[in-house]
Each structure stands twice: as structure tokens, then as C-alpha cells.
């Protein structure tokens, strides 16, 4: 049984198609890189997968489950985790509360208990704190953890928003151009830090990027979108030399 | 523990202003600081829905009502059924505000899908709506007012409530289940995607705010002995969105500083009679020249996130 599936799925705003019949099979601890041209559904996919969009038609699988009448929160609590590409943080707190409530999901203590600050409380925000500290840690983001998140940097900002994504436990991570903005030391380093996060929390990953460097050193396997149609998918390689991507994305290499 | 000995002692020098001074205080400053606590508990309250969770909530004044006329129909009818009067009293009041977190509950559902503004209209509806049902329920006066209301509310039990709705607010909002109302105010869609439940926590605020507004509403009755639907217009709702805004939306010490103002601003006003409302319309706009964020903006007292 495949981790994650989408079936025929297909997205209509009124007359427009945003996206027709994409079928996928992603595999558990898969790598899978997004890319097209701007407009050509990327985000819309991402936005079906996490809920924010029903599909018009098709049917989407996680772990054999069908997801299609779930909204956007029962989706989280089940295991998929995103980022935003225009960054979403919550504008009113700061570095460390976005992330302790993004590990609410797991916070079993309830409403009284809260009011009531029992014992239980207590040990309970001592375990979101320390998570939250390890994973701030990783991110090299412990130091401004009292900030509040508008005040940080662009770069910061995207991976910030990884770590938020993260502390909901998730099993299936979709980062929506998490290298945006930053320069090329920091996309070295975010790339790592991909792989690395890939690794140790075993997620499943898929990306959507336009810098094809970030790209082609992640994903294993890359789908190419182009008006909401699959038109490629393969290894790097593949995609490189297919004709269909190189008209509709990445340009013909001139020979100088 | 140690904080709790604090409750306790700030609680037992309430009883003792209330059973030992008060007798002698000016009895017309004594009312206005019984105002400033009611009016601070409705402003703290609607504070938990505006500023918080960030709906524009203007049926306040409904809610007060609803809890103001249950409770003192439990006292009022309830009087010869023998309960000790401080068990009635404080029982009343809690049916009170339970009964208009109920109310808040089943128009919460429907309506907390809207947004910004037709919220607004919405709650602006429930409260006349209210306000008009209660007009015309002969059983606590309709339009000749509820009179005959005993006097069991005072200095005392007014801070002892205010101070109790304090603690459970702050402690609601700044732990870590409280983030959920400032994710859902400030991003809704981000909050989803982190699995928390946007309608939940807004109908929760509402509902909670619905139930201290409930009880202020009962303070309110038991403190005036007589109530009547013209206490209750919107114009009431206005008045603690304005103490909420000037306060600084999502500060509860905000909230209790500007209620404080707006309530002793209008009696040291008197002064100037005719002119008073218009020099009061004046200073409002002037603060919110000066500190459009309002007086503390989001900040709070160092203490209050701790209690």
C-alpha cells in the first residue's frame, strides 16, 4: 500500500481547471520535488493535499485512509504538515510560542487543568518547552526565541516556519518553497537541513521550489506541473533532458 | 501555594473595606467604584472575545441582560424558598452567567462562520433581539423595569468575582492552551494547518466572554435593586468595545485600566453640565490620536501573566 496517493484528482474554480486528473504514489520516507512555472498549480496542489482546497473530482489516500471530507485541522492531526509560501507565522507572538502551540496536538492537558495550573500542567508545558528547545536547536533558532517572529529576518521567517510544522509531529511535510529569498550559503544550509530533519524524524517530504540546484541535490523523484496537468515525472535527469519541460519550464541550454 | 495565600489575603481585605469601612465611605464614590469593578468585568470579558480571539463581538450588552434578568429572577422568586441568602445569591449569579453562555453557544455556532464585519452586524442583532424578547416578558417587568431586586450585591463580592475572572482569564489566555486564541486571531488558516480548530476556539471565547458578562450582568441587577431593557441598548455594547479599545486590544490590564477611566471620566465631568458629553466624546478621540494601539497596546503588567 502506497504512504500517500492521489487519485484522478482535479481542481475547477468555475471554469478554470487548476488542476486536472493528477495521479501520484509516494512511498513512505520519499523525497518528491514539485516544479513549473509560476501559476501552473503548485500551491493549489499543496492546498488540496493539506485540505484548504476539496477536489472537484478524485479521491486522495493517506496511509490507505481517504482524506477527501476531511477539513484542514483533522488533516494536521492525522499527519501532514505544511509550509506557506507567502509565510503565514501568527503575527502576535513570538519565536518560542509559535512553536509550543503547534505542539498543542500532543498536549493532553486539558482546559481546567490549565486554569487550575495542576501538577500535570506543569510537567506537560516542561515537555513542549524542552521539545520546543530541541528543535529551535536544530534550526539554530534557540537565541531569538523571545522574539517576536515578524521582527526576524526573511530566511529565518521560512525556517521558522519548518520548525512550527514540525513540533506537530507530522508524517508527511510539504514545504512550499522553503528556499525563497534566501542566498546561496543559506540554501546550502537548508538544504542539509532538509536532509537531515528528513532523516531523523523519518518524514515523508514533498517540495515545491523554483531554484533548480535546491531541487535536483533534494528530490530523488521530481513531478512537473504545467497548467494544472502532470506533464513530466522522473529522476532529475530525466526531467532535465525531457523536451515537454524544457519548452514549458526550464529553457533551452545555449551552447555559448 | 504562595500565590494562593495571596488570593486569600487580598479577598479577606475586601471583606474586611467592605464590613468594616465602607459603612463610613462616601456612598456616592463607593457606587462609582462598584461601577468601575462591574465595568471592568465586562470589559475584561469582552477583551477574551475582541481582543484575543479577535471577533468583533457587539452584543455585550444582550448577554449582560440575559444574565442580569436570570439571576434576579432566581433571587426575586426564589427568595422564600428558604436557601441561605449568599448561596442563593452567588447560585443566581452562576445560573445567570450560565444561561448566557448558552444562549452565546447556539447563536456562537452559526454565526462565528462569519467574519469582520457581519459578525458585528450579527451580535449587534442578538442584542437587540434580546433586549426586545425581555421587553415583553411580563414575568420580570417588561416595559415597567424588574423592580424589587434585594440588595445582595456590594464592594465585596464585586472584587471577589472581578478578581476570580482575573485569574481565570489570564491563566486561560497565557498558558499554553490560551496560544490558540492568538493563533486563530492572528492567522486562521496557519492555525488550521498546525491541527487547531478555528471555530472551536472562537465559539469557546465567545462563550466564556458571554459567561462573565453574564455575571457582571447579575452584579449589576443585585447593585442597582431595579432593572430595566434601556440599560441594556447597544449603546451599552459600544461602551465596553470602547473600554476594550482603549485599553489595548488583548491587554487585560488594558482593559481594567480603561474601564477604570471610562467609568470616573464622565463624574469628574460633571462640572461642566451641559458640555459634559462632548468634552468625554473629545478625550476619546484625542487618546486614540495620541495611542491609536490604546493606552498599554498588546503589552500587560509584568504580574498579570503570572497569577
Redesign the interface.
Known amino acids: 500500500m502506497a504512504f500517500f496517493e492521489t487519485k484522478n484528482c482535479s481542481i475547477t474554480f468555475g471554469g478554470l481547471k487548476a488542476l486536472t486528473d493528477i495521479n501520484l504514489t509516494l512511498n513512505a520516507g520519499e523525497i518528491l520535488g514539485v516544479i513549473g512555472p509560476n501559476g501552473a498549480g503548485k500551491t493549489t496542489f499543496f492546498n488540496l493535499i ?3 482546497y476539496e477536489p472537484s473530482d478524485g479521491d486522495l489516500f493517506l496511509e490507505g485512509k481517504k482524506l477527501n471530507q476531511l ?3 483533522e488533516r ?2 492525522m499527519g501532514i ?2 509550509t ?1 509560501q507567502n509565510i ?6 513570538t519565536v518560542a ?1 509559535q512553536v ?6 500532543g ?1 493532553k ?1 486539558g ?1 481546567y487543568e ?2 487550575l ?1 495542576t501538577k500535570k ?1 506543569g510537567l ?2 516542561d515537555e ?1 518547552n524542552k521539545n520546543m528547545a530541541e528543535l529551535l536547536g536544530l534550526f539554530d533558532l534557540n537565541h531569538l526565541a523571545n522574539t517576536p517572529a515578524i521582527d526576524l529576518s526573511y530566511g529565518d521567517q521560512r525556517r521558522l516556519e519548518i520548525v ?2 514540525l ?2 509531529n507530522p508524517k508527511l511535510l510539504l514545504l512550499d518553497e522553503p528556499a525563497a529569498g534566501m542566498n546561496a550559503t543559506e540554501k546550502k544550509t537548508l538544504v542539509s537541513l532538509i536532509q537531515k530533519i528528513h532523516q531523523e524524524f523519518k518524514l515523508t517530504l514533498i517540495l515545491i521550489e523554483h531554484d533548480m540546484s535546491v531541487v535536483m541535490s533534494l528530490c530523488p523523484r521530481i513531478v512537473v506541473l504545467d497548467y494544472g496537468v502532470a506533464i513530466a515525472e522522473g529522476s532529475p535527469a530525466e526531467i532535465r533532458s525531457n523536451p515537454k519541460v524544457i519548452e514549458a519550464y526550464l529553457g533551452e541550454v545555449i551552447d555559448a | 501555594m504562595k500565590r494562593t495565600w495571596i488570593y486569600i489575603s487580598v479577598v479577606f481585605f475586601l471583606a474586611l473595606f467592605q464590613w468594616g469601612l465602607s459603612p463610613y465611605a462616601n456612598a456616592y464614590w463607593l457606587q462609582i467604584i462598584n461601577m468601575i469593578g462591574i465595568n471592568a468585568l465586562l470589559a475584561i470579558s469582552l477583551n477574551l472575545i475582541m481582543g484575543h480571539t479577535g471577533q468583533f463581538s457587539l452584543g455585550h450588552a444582550g448577554f449582560m441582560a440575559l444574565g442580569g434578568y436570570t439571576s434576579a429572577a432566581i433571587t426575586v422568586y426564589g427568595g422564600s424558598w428558604g436557601i441561605p441568602v449568599p448561596v442563593l445569591f452567588i447560585g443566581a449569579l452562576f445560573l445567570g452567567g450560565v444561561f448566557a453562555a448558552i444562549v452565546s453557544l447556539f447563536v456562537g455556532i452559526p454565526t462565528l462562520r462569519l467574519k469582520g464585519d457581519y459578525l458585528a452586524i450579527a451580535t449587534l442583532g442578538l442584542g437587540e433581539i434580546i433586549r426586545v424578547i425581555i421587553l415583553n416578558v411580563d414575568f420580570v417587568g417588561g416595559a415597567r423595569g424588574f423592580t424589587d431586586i434585594p440588595e445582595y450585591a456590594n464592594f465585596f463580592w464585586i472584587f471577589t468575582l472581578l478578581l476570580a475572572a482575573i485569574l481565570f482569564l489570564s491563566r486561560l489566555v497565557y498558558s499554553n492552551k490560551g496560544l490558540a486564541f492568538l493563533a486563530v486571531r492572528d492567522d486562521e488558516i496557519a492555525a488550521s494547518s498546525i491541527g487547531l480548530n478555528p471555530v472551536k476556539y472562537k465559539i469557546a471565547a465567545f462563550v466564556i466572554g458571554a459567561f462573565w458578562a453574564g455575571i457582571a450582568g447579575g452584579l449589576f441587577a443585585h447593585l442597582n435593586t431595579y432593572l430595566h431593557t434601556n440599560s441594556f441598548t447597544f449603546l451599552r455594547s459600544i461602551e465596553v468595545v470602547a473600554m476594550v479599545v482603549l485599553g489595548g486590544m488583548g491587554s487585560i490590564s488594558g482593559s481594567l485600566l480603561s474601564a477604570t477611566v471610562l467609568t470616573v471620566l464622565p463624574e469628574f465631568l460633571r462640572v461642566a453640565s451641559e458640555a459634559r458629553m462632548i468634552i468625554y466624546a473629545l478625550l476619546l478621540v484625542l487618546m486614540m490620536i495620541l495611542r491609536p494601539y490604546g493606552l498599554l497596546g498588546k503589552r500587560e503588567f509584568k504580574w498579570m501573566k503570572k497569577l
Open positions: 493539506t485540505g484548504v477539513s484542514a485541522t494536521s492531526q504538515a505544511r506557506f503565514r507565522l501568527f503575527a502576535g507572538l510560542e509550543q502551540v503547534a505542539s498543542l496536538q498536549f492537558a482546559f490549565s486554569i495550573q500542567y506537560k508545558v513542549v512550527r510544522a513540533a506537530t
